[in-house]
């Protein structure tokens, strides 16, 4: 029940139980207590909403409490300003404190269109004049920038008739956009933000963005998500022993599970992409035997007629059907 309060599934609850050293459910086994849970329901609605609302605490609760906060020095912010602009300073950080801790310049930044970043590092310059900080664009990012502009007069026009003038507009904006000089060079290398998404996805999954966190429990939940991109589950046994705990029979067991998993899960997923691929390569060699086969038979009926059609086609192509 505890884990249906808390929004846990099956691999949530089995990976809370690794991390503690207990034995975990099976999807079955869960399955089967939550439903019991769930029958309950109503009997739950009746005694829940059976009394009246609690009032809300007033504002100024919140202000003395932010205060007393303060005043311990138990505060962690460390920004103030729009969730916008948190990107723009991350990066004049990353960028300014690249040579004094890693010993490395960042020549390039891989975009997905925003170039307010960018603008930035060029404004403060980090290195010397001399270092020049190139920006590549994320390829699965470029088509749907090149019709943000189009979306609009889109819209508007739904179940219309057909404006070919305005149309016209419509696709010389995207076909220039597209074959700016600029752009094409910024995508040559091919680059993508996947491996920032995945990475991104690995801290999130720990600490949910939806939600307000402090800077601690952020900072261990990226710290965690690297450890475990880098080493695997593995990380999660140098992590207890760094913390002065003890790996148990369970946790590695479900940690061997859930790499068994996510092993599997990915081959499957690439299994799938390459039937998908010899499918489509398939469906088109097919087609181009079927278009040669229609223009033997025309060249056919041109030389000799109708009469020895068949014959002609049955020895030049046995598979065909006319």
Same mark, same amino acid.
């Given at each position: 029940?505890?884990?249906?309060?808390?929004?846990?599934?099956?691999?949530?609850?089995?990976?809370?139980?690794?991390?503690?050293?207990?034995?975990?459910?099976?999807?079955?086994?869960?399955?089967?207590?939550?439903?019991?849970?769930?029958?309950?329901?109503?009997?739950?609605?009746?005694?829940?909403?059976?009394?009246?609302?609690?009032?809300?605490?007033?504002?100024?609760?919140?202000?003395?409490?932010?205060?007393?906060?303060?005043?311990?020095?138990?505060?962690?912010?460390?920004?103030?300003?729009?969730?916008?602009?948190?990107?723009?300073?991350?990066?004049?950080?990353?960028?300014?404190?690249?040579?004094?801790?890693?010993?490395?310049?960042?020549?390039?930044?891989?975009?997905?269109?925003?170039?307010?970043?960018?603008?930035?590092?060029?404004?403060?310059?980090?290195?010397?004049?001399?270092?020049?900080?190139?920006?590549?664009?994320?390829?699965?990012?470029?088509?749907?920038?090149?019709?943000?502009?189009?979306?609009?007069?889109?819209?508007?026009?739904?179940?219309?008739? +057909?404006?070919?003038?305005?149309?016209?507009?419509?696709?010389?904006?995207?076909?220039?956009?597209?074959?700016?000089?600029?752009?094409?060079?910024?995508?040559?290398?091919?680059?993508?933000?996947?491996?920032?998404?995945?990475?991104?996805?690995?801290?999130?999954?720990?600490?949910?963005?939806?939600?307000?966190?402090?800077?601690?429990?952020?900072?261990?939940? +990226?710290?965690?998500?690297?450890?475990?991109?880098?080493?695997?589950?593995?990380?999660?046994?140098?992590?207890?022993?760094?913390?002065?705990?003890?790996?148990?029979?369970?946790?590695?067991?479900?940690?061997?599970?859930?790499?068994?998993?996510?092993?599997?899960?990915?081959?499957?997923?690439?299994?799938?992409?390459?039937?998908?691929?010899?499918?489509?390569?398939?469906?088109?060699?097919?087609?181009?035997?079927?278009?040669?086969?229609?223009?033997?038979?025309?060249?056919?009926?041109?030389?000799?007629?109708?009469?020895?059609?068949?014959?002609?086609?049955?020895?030049?192509?046995?598979?065909?059907?006319?």
């Amino acid at each position: 029940m505890a884990s249906l309060i808390s929004g846990m599934g099956p691999y949530s609850l089995n990976n809370f139980c690794e991390y503690l050293e207990m034995p975990g459910l099976h999807q079955k086994t869960f399955n089967t207590i939550a439903k019991r849970v769930y029958s309950q329901n109503e009997r739950l609605a009746e005694e829940i909403f059976a009394g009246a609302w609690i009032k809300r605490e007033t504002p100024h609760c919140y202000e003395q409490w932010r205060q007393e906060h303060i005043e311990k020095g138990e505060c962690t912010i460390n920004f103030e300003g729009s969730s916008g602009m948190m990107e723009v300073w991350a990066a004049e950080v990353l960028w300014g404190r690249s040579v004094q801790r890693h010993n490395l310049c960042y020549t390039t930044m891989v975009s997905d269109g925003n170039s307010k970043a960018f603008n930035k590092l060029l404004e403060v310059q980090p290195y010397s004049p001399d270092i020049v900080i190139l920006k590549e664009d994320c390829i699965n990012h470029v088509g749907p920038l090149a019709s943000t502009n189009t979306q609009t007069g889109h819209k508007q026009r739904v179940h219309t008739l +057909l404006d070919y003038k305005l149309l016209r507009q419509h696709l010389e904006l995207i076909y220039n956009r597209l074959s700016s000089v600029d752009l094409l060079r910024r995508c040559e290398l091919k680059t993508t933000q996947n491996p920032n998404e995945s990475f991104h996805h690995a801290v999130w999954s720990r600490c949910s963005k939806k939600n307000f966190h402090s800077l601690k429990p952020v900072e261990f939940a +990226l710290l965690s998500a690297a450890a475990e991109q880098n080493s695997g589950p593995t990380a999660l046994s140098t992590i207890k022993t760094m913390l002065g705990f003890q790996e148990g029979e369970h946790g590695q067991r479900l940690g061997q599970a859930r790499e068994r998993k996510r092993v599997y899960k990915s081959s499957f997923e690439q299994q799938q992409k390459v039937k998908a691929r010899k499918k489509k390569t398939a469906a088109t060699r097919e087609k181009k035997l079927r278009r040669e086969a229609q223009h033997t038979r025309r060249a056919c009926f041109e030389v000799c007629g109708d009469q020895n059609l068949s014959q002609l086609s049955s020895f030049f192509i046995p598979n065909f059907q006319s």
